[in-house]
């Protein structure tokens, strides 16, 4: 029997809701296809931040690094700064284990509406791949002449050559196993700096890449394209301010946030991997039982795949896709009136 060592941090909210969901679909997915996936619980969370003044323990980092992946609800609650949330628990893991790409694999499933109807689910299949360890989230800056009428604040962007370089050829990558298209996210009109280099990294990729097709476009035209043309679209990259913005955007068009899965990867496997829904810990809907689990299913599968367990993966999107095209158990996102545990059973017997 093969065995994975997975780190859960179920976190705030949803989080915790949702992540019970998905651990009960990915057991069963390992009883059918023959592994075992050794939990072990961390409560790091803005919880724990209210009585102990840190999200996780100052070997919080080191602890992790003993699993084979890290499977996250989410974090943030009202009361906690979501800056705190972000650089006191998700932040310092994605850069201490170089979790350098952040992929959010985007599609239409069958039984779901889009905002944008009418569209297949061929025409809306596409993958965002963010920068997820520098760019436009950096600590560098401050607040100067604080309450003075000439206050200012000053926020500094970092693109390396490396960050940018090996985001960029990630993107090809995955390029070479799906259509052969990327587009690159842009917005060198306006950051005269920061994007003209990104474009010029690129570009000279892209040359090493002569069967893939690459363009770029600004962000803001990029983001109309992603609701008016989807169809043009396939592997996305951008940079991590960029990617952000477009992965809830493209989860928009797909049925919304309750259906994308995220993956804060490491590439050459040095360190664990981290899985996630897209979403946040939603507090208007915590507690209520009503929370779609799909995206951590997701997730879960996106971290079956990433342990070397493709047909697990393979089956448990194949139950979502089975469930959700009944349409008989859907969460009220989804238009119908299950319960995220109703839901996530479903998904879980499904398996068989
Ligand atoms: P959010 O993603 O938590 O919620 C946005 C909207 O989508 C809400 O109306 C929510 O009810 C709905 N929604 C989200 N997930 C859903 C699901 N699975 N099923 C049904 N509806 C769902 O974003 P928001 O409200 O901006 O942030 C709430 C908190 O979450 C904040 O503290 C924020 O910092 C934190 N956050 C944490 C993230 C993480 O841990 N990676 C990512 C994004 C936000
Ligand atoms: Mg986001």
């Not at 889009?114 to 520098?134: Q, T």
């Not at 493709?310 to 979502?320: I, S």
Request: charge should be negative.
């Amino acid at each position: 029997m093969r065995t994975h060592r997975i780190a859960s941090i179920p976190g705030d909210g949803i989080g915790v809701d949702v992540t019970v969901e998905a651990r009960k679909v990915l057991d069963r997915a390992g009883q059918r296809h023959g592994f075992t996936l050794e939990w072990t619980e961390f409560d790091w969370s803005c919880e724990r931040y209210a009585r102990t003044g840190a999200m996780m323990p100052e070997d919080g980092v080191e602890r992790l690094s003993a699993f084979d992946g890290i499977f996250l609800g989410a974090v943030g609650f009202p009361g906690v700064p979501d800056h705190v949330s972000l650089w006191g628990l998700l932040i310092p893991v994605r850069r201490a284990f170089s979790q350098y790409v952040n992929l959010r694999p985007v599609r239409l499933l069958p039984g779901v509406t889009s905002a944008l109807a009418g569209r297949s689910a061929e025409e809306l299949e596409m993958v965002i791949v963010r920068e997820n360890s520098e760019g436009e989230y950096s600590t560098i800056g401050g607040r100067h002449n604080t309450g003075r009428p000439d206050e200012f604040v000053l926020q500094e962007s970092v693109f390396t050559r490396v960050g940018v370089e090996r985001i960029i050829r990630y993107a090809f990558q995955v390029a070479g196993s799906r259509s052969g298209r990327v587009c690159s996210a842009t917005k060198s009109n306006g950051l005269v700096h920061s994007m003209p280099y990104w474009d010029e990294i690129f570009a000279e990729v892209a040359a090493e890449y002569p069967d893939i097709h690459s363009e770029q476009c600004h962000v803001d035209a990029l983001a109309a394209r992603m609701v008016q043309q989807p169809d043009r679209l396939d592997v996305v990259v951008g940079s991590n301010l960029f990617g952000d913005i477009l992965s809830d955007l493209a989860a928009a068009v797909t049925g919304g946030l309750g259906m994308a899965p995220s993956g804060n990867i490491n590439p050459p496997g040095e360190y664990p991997s981290m899985f996630e829904a897209v979403h946040g810990s939603a507090p208007d809907i915590a507690g209520k039982g009503i929370a779609n689990p799909v995206a951590q299913v997701l997730a879960g599968a996106m971290m079956l795949e990433h342990l070397g367990e493709r047909d697990a993966a393979r089956t448990v999107e194949t139950a979502v896709s089975d469930v959700l095209a009944e349409r008989a158990v859907v969460t009220p996102d989804l238009g119908g009136s299950a319960t995220t545990s109703e839901l996530g059973s479903e998904i879980a017997a499904a398996l068989g």
